[in-house]
């Protein structure tokens, strides 16, 4: 048993463990340090409709977690129900953070106040819908998974 | 199954990276469209004051730039709305600068002609509120808005009638001299002729007298009216009564009724 154990840990567990480590640390790379290098270091905080450091780091937070609970899941109904629920999760942040795809920013200068609202609905449904593709992608695969599962014959 | 999920995922890695190019190249184009907002010019016209705007739009960036509205909105201290004037430009296409003005024009008896008559006599503040809108790469709309006082100056400010003095003009008639003062904060000069009338208590008319007046920008004005009254009317005068000034110059006419004695 202890035998059994040790295997499955080795074939199957550990694999998924250094994929898991790799993808969030790609995850982390592409999601969070990338976009930091490529800003421009003297961005001023303050005509950032939002503390965008702050938010960066939530997002990759989200992003890397998923990417390795995905990973450690891999091919199992839980992980396409991970799957599911980041796309979830990525459609709330992104319509809590763009306050329903209407940006709004207030910008002092000198004597008066700039308002400044962008609307980026646009956007925010192509992501909505990426996120909705990926929801149905996660569905189809579960449900692949679980008709395998019930077609198989077990011979032992 | 398989086909399925993976033309699902080859769907969502394209529309990711639709997504991601057009996030990074719209930033990328924000930041080089160039704005240059020129000199702002305050004009006297031939019917009020002209306040113009010059600026110019250099879109370096990879989309164009649609619809850019700019409208002003100017409105006295109770709220009032004095102008309200709308510049549009229709596209600004990649690598092109267009330049544009906008103008605001004040017509001085629009003024009036909405009893403003304390525009005329206090300094003022007007309200203006700046809306600027535009449709980047027609695919998202930008808005921008702020307010900025604008002072007033008044052509009449500090408006002060002095003491009246009376004296024999002939046998028939009394000369009355009415020492009148004021400041033109305004940016025009005021060219005209001020007709005053002095009414007695009784609201008879007694006196009457005009003069011209020549009162360059942000100069003083001081100096005594004279009116001519019937000799019998002498004392109807010195006791006091109402002014009726009536301003006429080729820009506008504006009268009102002040106190005197």
């Known amino acids: 048993m202890v035998e059994l154990n040790s295997n499955f840990i080795m074939n199957t567990v550990f694999p998924r463990v250094m994929k898991g480590a790799i993808m969030g640390a790609l995850t982390y790379m592409v999601v969070y340090y990338l976009p930091l290098a490529l800003l421009p270091d003297n961005l001023p905080l303050s005509v950032m409709p939002f503390d965008y450091r702050s938010q960066l780091f939530q997002f990759a937070v989200i992003s890397v977690f998923f990417a390795v609970a995905g990973q450690l899941f891999a091919k199992t109904v839980i992980g396409h129900g991970f799957g599911i629920a980041k796309a979830i999760v990525i459609v709330a942040y992104f319509l809590v953070l763009s306050n329903g795809g209407m940006l709004s920013l207030t910008v002092p200068i000198e004597d008066f106040t700039l308002n400044l609202t962008v609307d980026i609905t646009i956007i925010l449904l192509m992501i909505i819908a990426v996120n909705m593709l990926s929801v149905a992608k996660n569905l189809l695969g579960a449900i692949g998974i679980l008709t395998e599962k019930s077609t198989d014959i077990d011979f032992h | ?261």
């Open chain 2, 1 to 261: 199954m398989k086909i399925a999920t993976s033309m699902l995922t080859v769907a969502t890695i394209i529309l990711w990276v639709v997504i991601l190019f057009f996030s990074v190249t719209a930033v990328y184009s924000v930041m080089n469209v160039g704005v240059n907002i020129g000199e702002a010019k305050m004009l006297p016209t031939s019917n009020g004051i002209k306040f113009s705007l010059p600026f110019s739009i250099n879109n370096n960036g990879y989309y164009e730039i649609a619809d850019l509205n700019l409208t002003t909105r100017v409105t006295d201290p109770d709220g009032q709305v004095l102008d309200l004037t709308e510049t549009l430009v229709n596209s600004i296409p990649q690598g092109e600068t267009v330049n544009a003005s906008h103008t605001i024009e004040v017509d001085l008896d629009d003024i009036l002609s909405m009893n403003h008559l304390t525009l005329m006599l206090n300094d003022s503040n007007f309200t203006v509120k700046i809306f600027a809108g535009l449709n980047f790469a027609r695919a998202v709309p930008v808005q921008l808005s702020t307010n900025v006082s604008l002072p007033w100056g008044a052509p009449f400010a500090d408006f002060s009638v002095g003491t009246l003095s009376v004296s024999q003009h002939n046998s028939s008639h009394v000369e009355a001299a009415i020492p009148i003062s004021f400041e033109n904060h305004a940016i025009i000069d005021i060219t005209g002729t001020l007709k005053m009338e002095a009414y007695s208590n009784s609201d008879r008319r007694v006196a009457s007298g005009v003069t011209d007046i020549n009162v360059a920008s942000n100069q003083n004005f001081g100096d005594s009216i004279h009116l001519y009254a019937r000799a019998q009317d002498a004392s109807n005068i010195a006791d006091g009564g109402k002014l009726h000034i009536l301003f006429e110059t080729y820009l506008f006419t504006v009268d009102w009724w002040e106190p005197y004695g």
